[in-house]
T-cell receptor, first 113, second 119 residues
């Protein structure tokens, strides 16, 4: 089955700096890669996703890059703000109606003033 | 956007009792729903895939007789934790995919989660 690794497990940055979180996956058939933000005790919130036919996607301060050859994808957050502090999870899926998501281990991001 | 609800949001029960958790898609139909378990400071682990009108598919290591899943309609799936023990205490989250979504990819909408504490 799919295995998703995520690094780092914790990340502390100063407000205004950039944050980068990296994930690798094992299943070459995976073609959908979402990123979720989860605050304590709450549901995961989709913040951005990328399909395998795209190498990069950007939404305001958030961007995701995908390297299918190397089987890795990354989340980039620029101009970080205190409200960006949360746990971020990457995930991978083969897509399709009943295809399941395999989550990474999570990164706890702390944005300090 | 698509909304998924869960009930109850939290529950405390005695060891040995059973607890039922409901997952509902409020404004869309979902052929498939997913049940996850999340222990403190850990990732979401898929327990099972719930398919409307058929048996659930359980992940390796998840006891199907202990975690009973029923998906009786396109908007409701239930997870029953039978004979609960303290080690079953966790955050249980469901998700659903819109049946009539325009994308063929697996964009899932998550419920708010249910915190189960077994004494």
């Amino acid at each position: 089955g799919e295995n998703v690794e995520q690094h780092p497990s914790t990340l502390s940055v100063q407000e205004g700096d950039s944050a980068v979180i990296k994930c690798t996956y094992s299943d070459s058939a995976s073609n959908y890669f979402p990123w979720y933000k989860q605050e304590l005790g709450k549901r995961p919130q989709l913040i951005i996703d990328i399909r395998s036919n795209v190498g990069e996607k950007k939404d305001q301060r958030i961007a995701v890059t995908l390297n299918k050859t190397a089987k890795h994808f990354s989340l980039h957050i620029t101009e970080t703000q205190p409200e960006d502090s949360a746990v971020y999870f990457c995930a991978a899926s083969r897509g399709g109606t009943a295809s399941k998501l395999t989550f990474g281990t999570g990164t706890r991001l702390q944005v300090t003033l | 956007g698509a909304v998924v609800s869960q009930h109850p949001s939290w529950v405390i029960c005695k060891s040995g009792t059973s607890v039922k958790i409901e997952c509902r898609s409020l404004d869309f139909q979902a052929t498939t729903m997913f049940w996850y378990r999340q222990f403190p400071k850990q990732s979401l682990m898929l327990m099972a895939t719930s398919n409307e009108g058929s048996k659930a598919t359980y992940e390796q290591g998840v006891e199907k007789d202990k975690f009973l899943i029923n998906h009786a309609s396109l908007t409701l799936s239930t997870l029953t934790v039978t004979s609960a023990h303290p080690e079953d205490s966790s955050f249980y989250i469901c998700s659903a995919r819109d049946l009539i979504g325009t994308s063929s990819y697996n964009e899932q909408f998550f419920g708010p989660g249910t915190r189960l504490t077994v004494l």
